[in-house]
């Protein structure tokens, strides 16, 4: 491949990486034409973009970015092969590997290398049950949102039931004059 071919990949590589939240390293070689097809539509699904790089050339789009320093501890998983999953969703593609992997309990592959989350590395197939249980942005923001209604559903609820006990005295009143 020629050099000027290579920088290219390197800055697609690159501005990739910048578009998304998180990224995973995952082992794919070995998967049969079939497995390969419904990982990519399983991908396709939840909205995760599967590309399969050459570790040097995904190396040198690392240490192109700003925040070089930040991805230093990814470098020695970029061994044999390896495929990058893009999300903008923290735990979709540990989810997605698990559902996988659950699915064909003989199956070890896609094998889960090392990750990029919202600027935190992870590294070591040991870590994939702990970001498959990461909550993601939007699920932390409906927590939130939760917790801050539930004081205001608390006062809504007994307001409502105070005026239906207060309603309830006013008929027995109004009765017992008639």
């Not at 690159?14 to 390293?25: E, G, R």
């Not at 592959?109 to 040991?126: D, I, N, Q, S």
């Not at 049950?129 to 927590?143: F, P, Q, V, Y």
């Amino acid at each position: 491949m020629r050099k000027e071919d290579k920088d290219i990949i390197i800055a697609q590589i690159a501005d990739t990486v910048k578009n998304y939240s998180c990224f995973y390293l995952v082992e794919t070689a070995g998967l049969n034409a079939e497995k390969t097809s419904d990982l990519r539509r399983a991908c396709n699904k939840a909205d995760i973009k599967l590309l399969v790089v050459k570790n040097t050339l995904l190396h040198k789009a690392l240490e192109s970015l700003e925040n070089a320093e930040t991805y230093s501890e990814l470098y020695p998983s970029l061994k044999g092969s390896t495929s990058i999953m893009f999300s903008n969703v923290g735990n979709a593609p540990a989810k997605l590997i698990k559902e996988v992997l659950k699915k064909d309990k003989d199956a070890t592959l896609p094998r889960f290398k090392a990750a990029y989350v919202e600027e935190t590395v992870y590294v070591g197939a040991e870590q994939l049950d702990t970001l498959a249980n990461i909550k993601s942005k939007n699920e932390l923001i409906a927590d939130v949102v939760a917790l801050l209604q539930s004081p205001a559903k608390n006062v809504v609820s007994a307001l409502q039931s105070a005026g239906g006990k207060l309603h309830g005295i006013l008929e027995t009143l109004s009765q017992k004059e008639n």
